[in-house]
Antibody, heavy 121, light 113 residues
C-alpha cells in the first residue's frame, strides 16, 4: 500500500533551519508529485509548495519564497522540505502528501503522519 | 488566490441524523475542457492527518462509507453525511486544486448533539 513516513519532531530556536523528510513507498515515485502542507496549533491547513517526483520541478507559495526549499532523492524515494530563518509562527505540524496526477493540480492522498516543528527560544 | 469559505464553522447533530457542510469558492473551480470540478473533501480526526473522502467534488474514495456524499458545481459545494455515526466526529475541510496555490476552507467541526 502507498505510505508516506515522516521524520520525527523537532525543536528549533528562532533563526535556525529545519529539514523534514518524507519517505515514500508502495508506488512509482516519479509518477507523482509531493505537496507540503502545514497546520499551526488548532488552526487550518496551509499549502506550502509542491515538488515533482519526475524532474524535481518546484512551486512554492509566495509568502515562503526565499525561506523554503523542497527536494527529492529518487534513489531512496524520499522528499525533503527545508525551512530557514524560523520564527515562532512557523510552529506547526508539517505534512507531506502525494498529489494525484502529473502536476500540482490534484487531490492529496495519502498524507504522511505529520512532523511537529516547535520554534522557541 | 481562490478563497474557500465553509459554513457553518461547527455543527452538532444527533446520531443517525443528517449533517450538511457547505463550501463556497471565490471563483469557479469547474474546468471547462473536461467538465470536472477541482474540489476535494477531507476528514481530520484529532491527532491524525487529513484523510481524503471525495475528489472531483462527488467521487467517493474506495473504502469511504456511502453515507458520505459530495455535490455541487462551479462555486458551491456540499458534503453530506446522511446518517451521522459516532466515528464521524471530526473536522472536515474542502480543498480546491484548480489553481495555484491550492487552498482549503477553514474547516467545519462536526460533533454529536
Amino acid at each position: 500500500q502507498v505510505q508516506l513516513v515522516q521524520s520525527g519532531g523537532e525543536v528549533k530556536k528562532p533563526g535556525a533551519s529545519v529539514k523534514v523528510s518524507c519517505k515514500t513507498s508502495g508506488y512509482t515515485f516519479s509518477s507523482y508529485g509531493i505537496s507540503w502542507v502545514r497546520q499551526a496549533p488548532g488552526l487550518g491547513l496551509e499549502w506550502m509548495g509542491w515538488i515533482s517526483g519526475y524532474n524535481g520541478k518546484t512551486n512554492y507559495v509566495q509568502k515562503l519564497q526565499g525561506r523554503v526549499t523542497m527536494t527529492t532523492d529518487t534513489s531512496t524515494t524520499t522528499a525533503y522540505m527545508e525551512l530557514r530563518s524560523l520564527r515562532s509562527d512557523d510552529t506547526a505540524i508539517y505534512y507531506c502528501a502525494r498529489v494525484a496526477g502529473a502536476n500540482e493540480h490534484g487531490w492529496f492522498d495519502p498524507w504522511g503522519q505529520g512532523t511537529l516543528v516547535t520554534v522557541s527560544s | 488566490d481562490i478563497v474557500m469559505t465553509q459554513s457553518p464553522d461547527s455543527l452538532a447533530v444527533s446520531l443517525g441524523e443528517r449533517a450538511t457542510i457547505n463550501c463556497k469558492s471565490s471563483q469557479s473551480v469547474l474546468y471547462s475542457s473536461n467538465k470536472k470540478n477541482y474540489l476535494g473533501w477531507y476528514q481530520q480526526k484529532p491527532g491524525q492527518p487529513p484523510k481524503l473522502l471525495i475528489h472531483w467534488a462527488s467521487t467517493r474514495e474506495p473504502g469511504v462509507p456511502d453515507r458520505f456524499s459530495g455535490s455541487g458545481s462551479g462555486t458551491d459545494f456540499t458534503l453530506t453525511i446522511s446518517t451521522l455515526q459516532a466515528e464521524d466526529v471530526a473536522v472536515y475541510y474542502c480543498h480546491q486544486y484548480y489553481s495555484t496555490p491550492p487552498t482549503f476552507g477553514q474547516g467545519t467541526k462536526v460533533e454529536i448533539k
